[in-house]
């Protein structure tokens, strides 16, 4: 059974930093493009960044470019996001999915509140 | 980039009722990317639909999806109890994934 499960949410100030994690199971890892995925509260679905098998090839939606860093070890099986420079319109709920030509498993999400 | 506009934003339907939800993309996409999701509250996205009109596993076919170029549709040929969520559509494109803004199928 595929699993992926977010961690490393929480409040954090403006201006802040946090990594997110996504430990991914019931799958070969390093076999998928990886997505982040988030979504502000009452608010529709907005893609944040993925990355290919070999961490060759990383996008980024233009709003977070600069400030959030996507990588992963396939050796732990896992996905992180390190958020820099945070701002009160990067609180949202965010979710890790296996990229192929559809996102077609997610996480439970974590959230993520800026907050002074 | 593109942006996908879907209609209506809301959907006020009974159980049993046709569902027809549109996705318009400001320019042509491919249909390969063209994906819907369905999420209730406090869940995560559900995949439903990927390249425009294939199912995905464990899907009803009650679900269907059709379109090409700038025009795609959901349909839900009947509406069960568990179908009232919100359902977005999504395409991949310039390196980056854009998803819709939504329409909520609620209890008429």
């Known amino acids: 059974e595929v699993q992926l499960v977010e961690s490393g949410g929480g409040l954090v100030q403006p201006g802040g930093s946090l990594r997110l994690s996504c430990a991914a199971s019931g799958f070969t890892f390093s076999n998928y493009w990886m997505s982040w995925v988030r979504q502000a509260p009452g608010k529709g679905l907005e893609w944040v960044a993925n990355i290919n098998r070999d961490e060759s090839e990383i996008y980024y939606v233009d709003s977070v470019k600069g400030r959030f860093t996507i990588s992963r070890d396939n050796a732990k099986n896992s996905l992180y996001l390190q958020m820099n420079s945070l701002r009160a319109e990067d609180t949202a709920v965010y979710y890790c999915a296996r990229d192929g030509h559809a996102l077609d498993y997610w996480g439970q999400g974590t959230l993520v509140t800026v907050s002074s | 980039e593109t942006v996908l506009t879907q209609s209506p934003g809301t959907l006020s339907l009974s159980p049993g009722e046709r569902a027809t939800l549109s996705c318009r993309a400001s320019?042509?996409?491919?249909?390969?990317?063209l994906t819907w999701y369905q999420q209730k509250p406090g869940q995560a996205p559900r995949l439903l639909i990927h390249g425009a009109s294939s199912r995905a596993t464990g899907i009803p076919d009650r679900f269907s999806g059709s379109g090409s170029g700038t025009d795609f549709t959901l349909t839900i040929s009947r509406l069960e109890p568990e179908d009232f969520a919100v359902y977005y559509c999504q395409q991949y494109g310039n390196s980056q994934w854009t998803f819709g803004q939504g329409t909520k199928v609620e209890i008429k």
């Open positions: 320019q042509s996409v491919s249909s390969s990317y």
